[in-house]
């Protein structure tokens, strides 16, 4: 369930307090004021400053010894309040809440904002509890309750008293991570990943029609969004001509069994889960919405009953964690002038190295007719300028490409090797001289 649909029409607090820092998180215009000094005033730069108590014996290093306090998980629990985490019942206007406040329970739809009774973090309305919060004053009432004894069972950074030689941290699905993220924070993983994909072309019938391959790598299910853009296309501000009057959307797994299908997107049964900036703008257009083991996966788009036009199909990762897209390709036939293949690749959060790959002649060796003779590829950033190009992959980046493991099996055929920046990039396919054919066109993340 979406925690913010646990929150009441009407208003809990007619003010909320927010921390600078949240209130950035969340697109309000709330800078810094803090100085190094401590003293708060315009031009501050900093959200709040955090001091460790050196009378007591606390360690740095791990693991932590028997008679020291952990001095990372004491950092991480002053981060977090820094960042937002208090209750109203630590401020001087307790008679507004805090963003933490809205997400406190007494019992299954039973809130409770007070300093008495059982006050827990749920985000579905109680019937899950995920933490106690403290209720005695000796701490904060943001922090959770603690175990009365020594080592304790209930071991999280936010605890108000925690023990020496023990240490924890503020993950994902800790409840510090949780709550930091119902409240409008983003976790922010440690590699670059592979946002979405898309590919634009014109959809044809038979083996002309426009497919989009995947892989998950990792050790959990990932969701995703699919989505098959048509009609959405032939409007402003992209005017297109010829665009697909009626997409449909199919998903098929490595043994190329259908799981999952759709043609207009708010028939789906779970159409109301789709992320309201994902959500297909035109009512024949498709979408997917779904949790996937990893894999290999196959989308394909075609046109309904068989209809043609210039049509999008996109892979977006609408979660974040250890699982990723490592590499997307498709599929498709590729014309001239606005006919060309489109490709589409979002690099999020750090650097990412990629190889970019067209196949033409290749594919002929799978029974494909029609392949595209000699490729030819470039990447544009997200101002349209090229950013590199190729046309045989032996040309440029010969050693670069082998090195990968991943050079196009046939000399003809284009690639491109290179670290990019978080953004937004486009590669396109044309052919050599304006020939046309079926080309696939591929993304993998280097590692």
């Known amino acids: 369930m979406n925690a913010n649909a646990t929150l009441p029409n009407t208003a809990l607090s007619s003010i909320i307090l927010t921390n600078s820092a ?120 943001g922090d ?30 800790s409840p510090e991570g949780i709550s930091l993220d119902v409240m409008g924070y983003d976790l922010i993983p440690t590699n ?14 038979g083996e002309n029609v426009l497919i989009a391959g995947f892989k998950i790598t990792g050790s959990t299910a990932k969701q995703l969004l699919l989505r098959a853009l048509g009609p959405t296309l032939g409007q402003p501000p992209f005017n297109v001509p010829g665009a697909l009057g009626d997409t449909t959307l199919e998903l098929h797994d490595s043994t190329g069994a259908v799981i999952a299908t759709n043609d207009d997107w708010q028939q789906a049964s779970n159409a109301s ?7 297909p703008p035109n009512h024949l257009e498709s979408a997917i919405l779904i ?21 999008l199909v996109e892979v977006f990762d609408t979660s974040v964690g250890n699982t990723q897209l490592s590499n997307i390709s498709t599929r498709g036939f590729v014309q001239t002038g606005n006919n060309v293949m489109i490709a589409g690749v979002i690099v999020q959060f750090h650097n990412k190295g990629i190889l970019v790959r067209a196949l033409g002649p290749t594919l002929a060796g799978f029974g494909v007719a029609n392949p595209l003779p000699d490729p030819m590829l470039e990447l544009h950033d997200s101002n349209g300028a090229i950013i590199a190009s190729n046309d045989d992959w032996k040309e ?24 990019i920046a978080p953004g937004n990039y486009t590669a396109v396919v044309r052919g050599f001289n304006n020939a046309i054919g079926v080309a696939l066109v591929e993304v993998y993340a280097l590692n």
């Open 22 to 141: 949240l209130g950035r998180a969340v697109g309000l215009n709330t800078p810094p004021v803090m100085f190094a000094d401590g003293s708060l005033g315009t031009g501050g730069p900093y959200d709040g400053i955090i001091t460790i108590n050196t009378l007591y014996p606390v360690q740095f290093t791990r693991p932590v010894s028997a008679g020291n306090l952990d001095g990372e998980m004491f950092t991480e629990h002053e981060i977090d309040e820094v960042l937002g985490t208090g209750s109203h019942i630590d401020t001087p206007a307790p008679q507004f809440l805090c963003p933490i406040d809205l997400f406190t329970w007494a019992s299954l739809n039973a809130r409770n904002t007070s300093s008495s009774g059982q006050r827990f973090f749920s985000i579905d309305q109680g019937f899950h509890l995920i933490v106690q919060f403290n209720q005695s004053p000796g701490g904060d009432f």
């Open 144 to 173: 959770y309750d603690s175990d009365s004894f020594c080592p304790a069972n209930r071991l999280f950074v936010q605890n108000a008293f925690n023990c020496p030689g023990q240490a924890a941290d503020v993950t994902a699905s």
């Open 192 to 205: 670059s990943v592979l946002g979405n994909i898309s590919t634009r072309l014109p959809v044809g019938t």
């Open 273 to 279: 889960s789709i992320p309201a900036n994902l959500r």
């Open 291 to 311: 949790t996937l083991n990893p894999g290999t996966y196959t989308a394909i788009l075609r046109g309904y009953q068989n209809s043609t036009g210039i049509a």
């Open 396 to 419: 440029t980046q010969q050693s670069i490409i082998t090195v990968t493991g991943l050079a196009p099996p046939n000399d003809r055929e284009s690639a491109i090797a290179g670290t």
